[in-house]
Nanobody, 124 residues
Framework: QVQLEESGGGLVQAGGSLRLSCAAS??????MGWFRQAPGKEREFVVGITWTGDYTYYADSVKGRFTISRDNAMNTVYLQMNSLKPEDTAVYYC???????????????????WGQGTQVTVSS
């Protein structure tokens, strides 16, 4: 079974930057993405990328501030987060989807493999 290992979370002041990494034990996904869940809120699909890099998706809440990229040789996906806001505070989860869905990359559907999560805290 493919495993995902996240790293790079932490505490940062508002306006700062963090980079999250997600390493897959092997290449096995059609797409990979990042979800986040803040206390008392539902899990939110934030960004996604196909393994070929042909398509990306960004939630409106992060568009223009977050960038997802991948390194196929390393089976790793990165999330560069700039201009962080206190409302970005959440546990961030990396996830992999083995197949495309009819609803498209932006639906956040089809993800069946998850990392353990990494905490991102943005102080005001």
């Amino acid at each position: 079974q493919v495993q995902l290992e996240e790293s790079g979370g932490g505490l940062v002041q508002a306006g700062g930057s963090l980079r999250l990494s997600c390493a897959a034990s092997r290449r096995s996904f059609y797409s990979m993405g990042w979800f986040r869940q803040a206390p008392g809120k539902e899990r939110e699909f934030v960004v996604g990328i196909t393994w070929t890099g042909d398509y990306t998706y960004y939630a409106d809440s992060v568009k223009g501030r977050f960038t997802i990229s991948r390194d196929n040789a390393m089976n790793t996906v990165y999330l560069q987060m700039n201009s962080l806001k206190p409302e970005d505070t959440a546990v961030y989860y990396c996830a992999g989807a083995p197949y495309a869905t009819s609803r498209g990359l932006g639906s956040g559907l089809g993800y069946d493999t998850w990392g353990q999560g990494t905490q991102v805290t943005v102080s005001s």
